[in-house]
């Protein structure tokens, strides 16, 4: 379809005249960072940076013409040997009678036939067991290709991504020339990258560990890389951990819980939020984040975690019941510690 825009206006203007104009959009124009649009008023191809597109009006490519502000475009469908669509021109009869440019379809209507599922997206795996009704999905391939690519395939497994015995701050930082030269071979900032992607797809079991290194990208440390090659000890254990959805053993409603760690980063006392949204049974919203400010007391802290939660309850809430499934309310939890 040939598709009603609004375009930004380059042109000289005073401050009263419109800032945009109605547009035929046309394409992209090559090599330069732009849309390729048609001014029916001004009979001319313009180039626009900003464009707002009018979805509610859309001209029909079935018809051969269509007539705006008293200006006609001649709209034409080439068809190929084979009988399909392939490319679509506008001709402008008075200052073009017998020159016209291609347009590519930005959009072609076809029958919705029935879709193989799908195994794998973005280095994810996705398991179905619709007997079942359950869904998995992982990153063991993407996980093995990380710990082999920095050499922790074979490392002896931990069972917690994160151990007790690191107190991670901002003194452990290299402060001698050995130090700095150690770290200087570490590639540290490519390793937490590695774990950040894991952590956003499938893994929230790692989330804070990974929130922690993170703080140190920067300048890090020996201790920090120790605590870096810790997480990959944990995945080298746990290949196989991913996300389930239950169809029958859990509601299609919303649940969620909060947590928060009082003053726990060393460096500026700030408190940590930490929740998960789970959906059909499996985590579909997580994250381990310190908070703004400084919390004066628990209950301080408490209440800012909360508050996180609520607004992304409530975001989770209008998403899911925009795609049919409706929420009798918002469930999230404080965690006890």
Known sequence: MAAMCFGH????????????????????????????????VAKKRVISRDVVFNEAQMLNTNTTSSERQGHTVEIELHESTDGSTDEQSLKDPEEHPSDSWNLKLLSREFDMKDLGSAKKILGMEIHRDRKAGKLWVTQKNYV????????????????TPL???FQLSSQLCPSTKENVEYISRVPYANAVGCLMYAMVCTRSD??????????????????????????????????NFGIMFDRDGAKGEVSGFVDFDYAGDLDSRRSTTGYVF?????????????????????TEAEYMALTEAAKEALWL?????????????LYYWLVEA
């Open 278 to 298: 789970t959906f059909y049974g499996g985590p579909i919203c997580w994250k381990s984040v310190l908070q703004s400010t400084t919390a004066l007391s628990t």
């Open 144 to 159: 093995e290709k990380v710990l082999e690519r920095f050499s922790m395939l074979n490392a002896k497994p931990v069972s």
């Open 206 to 239: 790692i989330s804070h560990a990974v929130s922690m290194v993170s703080r140190y990208m920067g300048n890090p440390g020996k201790k920090h890389w120790d605590e870096v090659k810790w997480i990959f000890r944990y995945l080298a254990g746990s290949t």
């Open 317 to 329: 809430k209008g998403l899911v019941e925009e795609l049919g499934f409706k929420q009798c309310g």
């Open 163 to 165: 151990g007790a015995h």
């Open 9 to 40: 206006l380059i042109e000289e203007r005073s401050k009263l005249d419109p800032k945009s104009k109605e547009c035929i959009f046309l394409g992209y124009e090559e090599g330069v960072k732009g849309y390729r649009l048609w001014d029916p």
